[in-house]
Nanobody, 126 residues
Framework: QVQLVESGGGLVQTGGSLRVSCAASGGTFSFGSYVLGWFRQAPGKEREFVAAISWDGRIPSYADSVKGRFAISRDNAKKTVLLQMDSLKPEDTADYYC?????????????????WGQGTQVTVSS
């Protein structure tokens, strides 16, 4: 079983930066065999894809809304995945969730990720 725990959320002003992280653990979990993704859900809205990164960290993918502002990275030795968020906007306000899926291909589909963290809240004030 895979456990994911997010941290690093908080309150930031428009134009500011924030980094959220996700630590993975599990009995026989092989972190390097999983694609990691970040999703977010704003109040009253559906959960949406933000970014994902391939098992080896070489292939990131981003939603158009965050491209050029957010950067996803992973450290397989530490079993962590990071989301660096710059030039934040009020519309980035949401709960941010880390997710994992076995395999090598990144995906933007929520249903492709069987493992999820509890989320961390990010609030961008205007």
């Amino acid at each position: 079983q895979v456990q994911l725990v997010e941290s690093g959320g908080g309150l930031v002003q428009t134009g500011g930066s924030l980094r959220v992280s996700c630590a993975a653990s599990g009995g026989t979990f092989s972190f390097g065999s999983y694609v990691l993704g970040w999703f977010r859900q704003a109040p009253g809205k559906e959960r949406e894809f933000v970014a994902a990164i391939s098992w080896d960290g070489r292939i990131p993918s981003y939603a158009d809304s965050v491209k050029g502002r957010f950067a996803i990275s992973r450290d397989n030795a530490k079993k962590t995945v990071l989301l660096q968020m710059d030039s934040l906007k009020p519309e980035d306000t949401a709960d941010y969730y880390c997710a994992a899926r076995p395999g090598i291909d990144t995906s933007f589909r929520i249903t492709d990720y069987p493992y999820w963290g509890q989320g961390t809240q990010v609030t961008v004030s205007s």
